[in-house]
């Protein structure tokens, strides 16, 4: 989901999502999948912390506050 707009991607595929933009991806099947994030944070500890909801449910309230 990007700025609430779900889409259904079949792989190999290479996405890009630009800098900014709310987005989320839920896997529908067994997948392995590389991300590269651009953040100033430099704390090892809290780059998934700022990077990755930590549950489906966070990413419905995302996807609830991009309506």
Known sequence: MVDGVRS???GPA???IVA???HGIK???NVS???IHATDCTDAQRVDELLIAASDED???IGRSML
């Open 8 to 10: 259904e991607l079949t």
């Open 33 to 35: 999948w590389y991300c």
């Open 20 to 22: 900014g933009k709310h």
């Open 27 to 29: 896997a529908l099947t």
């Open 59 to 61: 990413m419905s309230a």
């Open 14 to 16: 290479c996405v890009t």
